[in-house]
């Protein structure tokens, strides 16, 4: 694979590198959601959540800490958003698994999902039984 990232982990293509690590690397979003929003990409190569090894996962979750950190203290953001978008059905664009920290600043930019589902009666003990199930 030598997607977009690959090539900013090479430095075929520049980017705003914040951070590195042996397993990670974190730059800013070319197209900002606020300032600051940044991307924690793991070197090694996997797609999204589904295929990532968890020892890439954790270091991913332990760089976005850093990394959240500094741009609290940086823009002086109240808080962040941490997401992962997983899957084209779930708006990834690369395939390429990363993590977005998009700062916010007012409680109005706060990530919302945009519907709510409800549940009939007994409909999420059931779900959430064959979810229990199907864990590995
Ligand atoms: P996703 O929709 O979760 O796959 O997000 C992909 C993100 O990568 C988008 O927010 C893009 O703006 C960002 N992106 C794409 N190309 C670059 C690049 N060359 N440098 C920095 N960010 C990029």
Redesign the pocket.
């Known amino acids: 694979m030598n997607d977009?990232?690959d090539?900013?982990i090479s430095r075929e293509?520049p980017?705003?590198i914040v951070y590195e690590d042996d397993m990670t690397i974190a730059?800013?979003?070319?197209?900002?959601?606020r300032k600051g929003?940044t991307?924690i990409v793991p070197k090694k190569e996997c797609e999204n959540i589904f295929d990532a090894d968890p020892a890439v996962l954790a270091a991913m979750t332990i760089t976005a800490q850093k990394i959240a950190r500094a741009i609290m203290h940086t823009t002086e953001a109240k808080g962040v958003n941490l997401?992962?978008?997983n899957g084209h059905e779930a708006?990834?664009?690369?395939p390429h698994a990363?993590m977005?920290i998009i700062p916010r600043f007012a409680r109005s930019e706060a990530f919302n999902p945009p519907v709510h589902e409800t549940y009939e009666d007994g409909e999420s003990a059931v779900l959430a039984g064959h979810i229990k199930t199907a864990i590995a």
């Open positions: 977009i990232f090539k900013i293509i980017a705003d730059f800013l979003d070319i197209r900002p959601v929003h991307l997401i992962m978008n708006g990834q664009e690369v990363h977005h």
